[in-house]
């Protein structure tokens, strides 16, 4: 008998981003300090797969990306999910120079400090790069937009996130013993909670992938398909579960996922594989057979163009 390809340990609950959220691991994280006075402007050059944080502390300041610019003041908070390039300025009309010319320090693997000195207004910032798992994540960060932006005001009645801030704050004008560690796990919940914030508040949240996994019908289809991988679904199964007919149903995920329910399958399935051979040594052709091939050079073709790299290549570890 065959092992099975088993979901990661997913929460029973009756949110259907909990799964994502609960699998987002941060990998690695980076924090810079910064003191700046007018004028100063920053050019973040773009960093593709990892999410980047601006947290203003005091101060304003003006975020430019690609198809906006935003004014921004004290208490906002800034995410670029995709690690697009973008700058940050005290005003409009000054010059930007890129960051990693700008003067900052290194103090450790994951802290930063920078100081633009001046007689200008003092805006203080503190700017974070956190790369997460790029498979399971992508689930749930490739569909958010270029930014996302909260106002002081947006979340004044939300008093997580404001003890978080100020949690991070005080660490941060410390710099006592411990206090990067503190910083870093700090800033990670916070990203979860804004992400989690996010998905409720935001009309963007209630289109495309999103949409589908909060509609009645093909979101059950998701349900299954994230929690019961091994089962030998094909579309009528899925379009039963959906209690739709197989034509409608086919139309209708395909119109909201942006793909179709089989190829969706076969990406999730690929991905599970991907974790099983991370961190136990299981026969290829027992990963085959669980993911629907009848040979391992079926399998190995499909892994290396759904997940990147051949099986040969996954680097094995106990743990994910």
Known sequence: MTDTINSPDFPANNDPFGPFIEQLKPQNSLYCFSTLAAPWGLALPAMPG??????VMSGNCLITTE???LALSAGALVLIPHGKGHSLKS?????????FDSGVKQLSPNLEVLDIPGSGETTKLICGVVSFDPLIGHYLLDQLPEVICLTADDYQDQAWLTSTLELIKRE???LAAGSETIITRL??????QLLR???TNDPLANEGWFAAMRDSRIGAALKAIHQQPEEKWTVESLAAIACMSRSAFAARFTELVGTSAKNYLTEWRLTLAYYQLKSVKVPLIELALNCGYESEAAFSRA????IGMSPSQVERSTAW
């Open 67 to 69: 198809t906006s610019q």
């Open 197 to 199: 914030y996010w998905l």
């Open 303 to 306: 892994f290396k163009r759904v």
């Open 172 to 174: 941060a004008t410390d």
């Open 50 to 55: 990892r999410l980047m944080l601006h947290v």
């Open 91 to 99: 005003a409009a009309h000054v010059r930007d120079v890129p960051f």
């Open 187 to 192: 800033a990670e919940i916070m990203l979860i």
